[in-house]
T-cell receptor, first 111, second 111 residues
Framework: QKEVEQNSGPLSVPEGAIASLNCTYS??????FFWYRQYSGKSPELIMSIYSNGDKEDGRFTAQLNKASQYVSLLIRDSQPSDSATYLC???????????FGTGTRLKVLA | DAMVIQNPRYQVTQFGKPVTLSCSQTLNHNVMYWYQQKSSQAPKLLFH???????NEADTPDNFQSRRPNTSFCFLDIRSPGLGDAAMYLC??????????FGPGTRLTVL
């Protein structure tokens, strides 16, 4: 059973701090990795995609991938109350179009 | 703007009364997905299409059917909704670069 694991939280951080969200996956042949943000009652919104080991930065967001350790993380710098949401990690394997989602980490940014 | 559109946004049906949810896209993506998401859970893949090739998940109940008459449209038919089928239904699309984009979802209530 291919799995994606996330700490359900809630993860609480003060406004302006760095929020660190982590995700581990079980399938070693996974090739593509994604972070989605989902506000309550809304659909998931793509924040970042990452395909190779290392860091990828986009504005206040940095995704980090370590395939040897099978984890992917998302850092949010200068966290804002509007960042309060559930963050879903998703993984896709080679030669497939099926996404495996984690259950998400709920982030609370305290003003 | 290119987008994924779902109709209706809210659907109320009675126990056992068939319902059809629709999804359309202007992204010209070849892959379309239907997910079911219940509160505090990960999106659960029901099926996906690669072009007209239909891929059903092994644990998707027979009560759920899908049609994709052309590249732009995809439908989810629930033949006899039960109380346990009340959920958010999410349509998503992706192309060969694998980034997946979601529509706003349809919230289904079963009375």
């Amino acid at each position: 059973q291919k799995e994606v694991e996330q700490n359900s939280g809630p993860l609480s951080v003060p406004e302006g701090a760095i929020a660190s969200l982590n995700c581990t996956y079980s399938d070693r042949v996974s090739q593509s990795f994604f972070w989605y943000r989902q506000y309550s009652g809304k659909s998931p919104e793509l924040i970042m995609s990452i395909y190779s080991n290392g860091d990828k930065e986009d504005g206040r967001f940095t995704a980090q991938l370590n395939k040897a350790s099978q984890y992917v993380s998302l850092l949010i710098r200068d966290s804002q109350p509007s960042d309060s949401a559930t963050y879903l990690c998703a993984v896709i394997g080679s030669g497939t179009y099926k996404y495996i989602f984690g259950t998400g980490t709920r982030l609370k940014v305290l003003a | 703007d290119a987008m994924v559109i779902q109709n209706p946004r809210y659907q109320v049906t009675q126990f056992g009364k068939p319902v059809t949810l629709s999804c359309s896209q202007t992204l010209n993506h070849n892959v379309m997905y239907w997910y079911q998401q219940k509160s505090s859970q990960a999106p659960k893949l029901l099926f996906h299409y690669y072009d007209k090739d239909f891929n059903n998940e092994a644990d998707t109940p027979d009560n759920f059917q899908s049609r994709r008459p052309n590249t732009s449209f995809c439908f989810l038919d629930i033949r006899s909704p039960g109380l346990g089928d009340a959920a958010m239904y999410l349509c998503a699309t992706s192309s060969d670069d694998n980034e997946q984009f979601f529509g706003p979802g349809t919230r289904l209530t079963v009375l």
